[in-house]
């Protein structure tokens, strides 16, 4: 079953952030993810949402348990103003 997380955070260092996002990139590394979208709340523009489809729970699970994550999310933490929420939903249907 595909898994998606929704990240929602606060910052007011958006081209920081969309830096560091072109360097994890840019790392060669395989990514475990299928699909990530980032968005700006249309209403307030220091609200920011990503959000990363995966093939399914565990795929998700792996992502967030490497290294690498666990430095980017570091790093991210520097960037924003307050610590980010987590959703994790489960795709019941996609069309």
């Given at each position: 079953m595909a898994f998606i997380q929704i990240i929602k955070y606060r910052t007011s260092r958006p081209e920081e952030v969309e830096k560091l996002?072109?360097?994890?990139?840019?790392?060669?590394?395989?990514?475990?993810?299928?699909?990530?979208?980032?968005?700006?709340?249309?209403?307030?523009p220091n609200l920011y949402y990503t959000i990363v489809e995966f093939p399914d729970e565990a795929a998700a699970r792996?992502?967030?348990?490497?290294?690498e994550t666990q430095a980017f999310a570091a790093k991210m933490m520097a960037l924003s103003d307050g610590p980010p929420e987590f959703m994790d939903i489960d795709v019941l249907r996609a069309m």
């Open positions: 996002e072109a360097e994890m990139q840019a790392s060669g590394r395989q990514p475990l993810f299928t699909r990530v979208a980032v968005g700006r709340d249309k209403t307030d792996a992502n967030n348990d490497a290294p």
